[in-house]
């Protein structure tokens, strides 16, 4: 078993900087493109057998230190009562949207054994499988908010933004649920054999350090709190994208690692999150675009940036552009692994 992902995110020494990349598994890689003509992207993410060829893809195409589960932030909030699609081009859709209470109080908190059931086996499918570890993931509150009340995707989620100002009760209310929707369901993740788990918090960039802290922070707080009372030993990534305004507020959130995405240097970033923190991060995903020797010059500099680091997982600052060219991925996880070699 390859443990240095897991060493790295506990801060012990490592032979080498451990590398996952935020979403390995996807269209960029021609065996996920050949499953997915055959079925879509919610049958993939539901049927065990096919999510876990498909988690286990980037393992063999890129040799990378880590697997994360094949499923998507948004399969959760379909379990609460919400109907999900994805369509090609404008990606995931909510017909309807989270607007007023009794939108909230029809909502359901799953029993994640019985209605994601499909989660819990691939991720015992995989564990019998893998040679390293696995991240089981969910996405952060706030995040999941969003998409709930805008209905997808969004450029100034101020539909968000107005719930929170004008109706402060009913988004308290529904955060609640969502907390406990996500507390338990990572919680089932654990049980089923992850073993480390990432909170997605994609958006809460968006939001300014105060509203951050009053509507983000106190739920993700909760849910890590929740899950190192029942399993301290199992490492919590956060990632937030576009960080850089928040560091501050995020050190307060109680995880082991702090995803960086790339409008920062990781430098800066460990300055001001301080030293209780490993740190996952941070090439833009626009760098794989390339040529080698400059993906190489430009991952010397982030391994030098997070040398004074409790701890580092190289990895995209945001996920895997489905455009990217494969050899520069495969090229990229050679030069970390090369680059950081301390043996
Ligand atoms: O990282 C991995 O390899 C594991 C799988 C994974 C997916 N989505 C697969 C996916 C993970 C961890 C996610 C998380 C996710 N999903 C996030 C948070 C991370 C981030 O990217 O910010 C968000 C915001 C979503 C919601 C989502 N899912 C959107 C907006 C889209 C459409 C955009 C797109 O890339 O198509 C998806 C679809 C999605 N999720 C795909 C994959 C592989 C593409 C589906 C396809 O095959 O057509």
């Not at 049927?47 to 890129?62: F, N, R, S, W």
């Not at 308290?172 to 049980?191: D, F, G, P, W």
């Not at 760098?287 to 993906?295: G, K, N, V």
């Amino acid at each position: 078993m390859n443990d240095t992902f897991l060493k790295a995110c506990r801060g012990e020494s490592v032979p080498y900087t451990p590398v996952w990349l935020m979403r390995q598994a996807g269209r960029y890689l021609r065996q996920y493109q050949k499953i997915r003509k055959k079925v879509d992207f919610l049958t993939l993410c539901k049927t065990p057998e096919l999510a876990a060829e498909v988690t286990i893809q980037p393992i063999e195409a890129l040799g990378v230190d880590a697997a994360i589960l094949f499923s998507d932030i948004l399969i959760p909030v379909e379990a609460m009562g919400m109907a999900l699609r994805f369509y090609e081009k404008r990606g995931p859709v909510f017909k309807n949207p989270v607007r007023r209470r009794q939108d909230v109080e029809r909502l359901l908190i799953p029993e994640p054994e019985e209605a994601l059931s499909f989660v819990m086996d691939t991720i015992r499918l995989l564990r019998r499988e893998l040679k390293v570890p696995l991240i089981g993931f969910s996405g952060a509150p706030f995040t999941l908010a969003t998409y709930m009340i805008e209905g997808g995707t969004s450029k100034n989620f101020l539909l968000t933004k107005r719930m929170i100002f004008e109706s402060p009760e009913v988004y308290r209310s529904l955060m609640e649920k969502i907390t406990e929707t996500v507390t338990r369901y990572l919680k089932a993740q654990i049980s089923a054999g992850a073993q480390a788990v990432q909170l997605f918090d994609t958006w809460a960039g968006v939001l300014s350090p105060h509203d951050y802290r009053e509507y983000a922070l106190p739920y993700v707080k909760s849910v890590i709190g929740a899950i190192k009372s029942i399993a301290s030993g199992v490492p919590v990534i956060y990632f937030v994208g576009q960080c850089a305004g928040l560091l501050e507020e995020i050190r307060g959130c109680g995880a082991d690692v702090i995803g960086v995405d790339w409008r920062i240097n990781l430098d800066d970033a460990i300055k001001r999150l301080g030293r209780r923190f490993a740190v996952q991060g941070n090439l833009d995903p626009c760098a794989l675009f390339l040529p080698p020797a400059e993906i190489e010059g430009r991952i010397r500099d982030i391994l030098r940036r997070a040398s004074s680091s409790r701890g580092h997982i190289f990895n995209l600052g945001h996920g895997v552009l489905p455009e990217t060219p494969v050899e520069n991925v495969v090229a990229m996880v050679e030069m970390v692994h090369r680059l950081s070699s301390r043996t």
